[in-house]
């Protein structure tokens, strides 16, 4: 089956660690990326990957980090300079333009709570 | 003015109601247009996708699209209980990133 893939599906973090969520996709997109939503404000775009080896900031990119070494996988950190990180976390992927695709697909989601 | 406003509401029906969601838009680029169903504590899922002005209908749903007026619909007809999600609007242009609304929370009531 085609999908995204997000693990884990709840993440737990004390003060002051970094955490990483895992989101692999086999729909062989070129673009990607990380949103966060909390309630009552929709969803707000991190990172974003439009190809290999490079990622652009999206509207809250601080305290958050990417990387994307392979088309399949971008890995989002949560590091311990994010003030108010308990939020639920989704990646997404889009096909190219040139494709004529421009929906993208969501994966199910990381609910990331600091303890 | 922010690029996409979405009513939240929550939006309460009665079962076999026809609903009516809605988003405004103020970039003028946009060229492409869709609308995500979320249930509580799950990714966004695609419902529907249109490019153009115009109506695309796909079962009980209708997407209506007015780029004179930048604005778009969502009719969900003979509703039902298993509606009851948050719609989230969404618009883009070229390769960037998808525009979202805040989405529109819906209670279907059996």
């Known amino acids: 089956d085609g999908g995204i893939t997000q693990s884990p599906k709840y993440l737990f973090r004390k003060e002051g660690q970094n955490v990483t969520l895992s989101c692999e996709q086999n729909l062989n997109h070129d673009a990607m990326y990380w949103y966060r939503q909390d309630p009552g404000q929709g969803l707000r775009l991190i990172y974003y990957s439009q190809i290999v080896n490079d990622f652009q900031k999206g509207d809250i990119a601080e305290g958050y980090s990417v990387s994307r070494e392979k088309k399949e996988s971008f890995p989002l950190t949560v590091t311990s300079a994010q003030k108010n990180p308990t939020a639920f976390y989704l990646c997404?992927?889009?096909?190219?333009?040139?494709?004529?695709?421009?929906?993208?697909?969501f994966g199910q989601g990381t609910r990331l709570t600091v303890v | 003015q922010k690029e996409v406003e979405q009513d939240p509401g929550p939006l309460s029906v009665p079962e076999g109601a026809i609903v009516s969601l809605n988003c405004t838009y103020s970039n003028s680029a946009f060229q492409y247009f869709m609308w995500y169903r979320q249930y509580s504590r799950k990714g966004p899922e695609l419902l529907m996708y249109?490019?153009?002005?115009g109506n695309k209908e796909d079962g009980r749903f209708t997407a209506q699209v007015d780029k004179s007026s930048k604005y778009i619909s969502l009719f969900i007809r003979d509703s039902q209980p298993s509606d009851s999600a948050t719609y989230l609007c969404a618009m883009g242009q070229g390769n960037t990133p998808l525009v979202f609304g805040k989405g529109t929370r819906l209670s279907v009531i059996a």
């Open positions: 249109t490019y153009s002005s």
């Open positions: 997404a992927s889009k096909d190219s333009i040139g494709t004529g695709h421009t929906e993208a697909f």
